[in-house]
T-cell receptor, first 116, second 112 residues
Framework: AAGVIQSPRHLIKEKRETATLKCYPI?????VYWYQQGPGQDPQFLIS???????DKGSIPDRFSAQQFSDYHSELNMSSLELGDSALYFC???????????????FGEGSRLTVL | DQQVKQNSPSLSVQEGRISILNCDYT??????FLWYKKYPAEGPTFLIS?????DKNEDGRFTVFLNKSAKHLSLHIVPSQPGDSAVYFC???????????FGKGTHLIIQP
């Protein structure tokens, strides 16, 4: 079965540069979530989109922005990168109505961003 | 302020025995609790969940217990198998929010 696809899997950037991560949800899933997991930390919820509209916002820095496109894929744009942005970025998807109460998300394998 | 706490960073259990992973939470608005399992170089995968209106949910070798008064939940795996070796995250949702609040995870090691 198709899973959540994230690209790139690894990314190395310099401080103050910009990075873009992409996420392709499972077919028929209409909700996408972004999480950030720093070294030794728990995954932190950044932002979510339902039907191409932002549905919830967590601890996403102002330097970051995201959107969901008409084909339901999502992109996380990170600007003015800082050393502390080095982390594993997970994208997850769900079919909103199906998972309204259970909270079951399907995660991608993550994109590892290293800021030098 | 960690709203979901997993106080054991690691746990070692002998194959065939019971593994018990614990999780405490502070936010009384949480209404659903989940356990995710994560292997290296993979994303977390959903394991089992429990609604706040229940105190137990069982799925094969996995059982989750919820004690609302103590704000505590636990995951029991019995019997433990080598393939269960992974990091287990406790997560919670509630208050109408989309985002899950995760604990820091417990690394379960099943010894042969």
């Amino acid at each position: 079965a198709a899973g959540v696809i994230q690209s790139p899997r690894h990314l190395i950037k310099e401080k103050r540069e910009t990075a873009t991560l992409k996420c392709y949800p499972i077919p028929r899933h209409d909700t996408v979530y972004w999480y950030q997991q720093g070294p030794g930390q728990d995954p932190q919820f950044l932002i979510s989109f339902y039907e191409k509209m932002q549905s919830d916002k967590g601890s996403i820095p102002d330097r970051f922005s995201a959107q969901q496109f008409s084909d339901y894929h999502s992109e996380l744009n990170m600007s003015s990168l800082e050393l502390g942005d080095s982390a594993l970025y997970f994208c997850a998807s769900s079919y909103f109505r199906l998972n309204l109460n259970t909270g079951e998300l399907f995660f991608g394998e993550g994109s590892r961003l290293t800021v030098l | 302020d960690q709203q979901v706490k997993q106080n054991s960073p690691s746990l070692s259990v002998q194959e065939g025995r019971i593994s018990i992973l614990n999780c405490d939470y502070t936010n009384s608005m949480f209404d659903y609790f989940l356990w995710y399992k994560k292997y290296p170089a993979e994303g977390p995968t959903f394991l089992i969940s429990i609604s706040s209106i229940k105190d137990k949910n069982e799925d094969g070798r996995f059982t989750v217990f919820l004690n609302k008064s103590a704000k505590h939940l636990s995951l029991h795996i019995v019997p433990s198998q080598p393939g269960d070796s992974a990091v287990y995250f406790c997560a919670a949702k509630g208050g109408g929010a989309d985002g899950l609040t995760f604990g820091k995870g417990t690394h379960l090691i099943i010894q042969p």
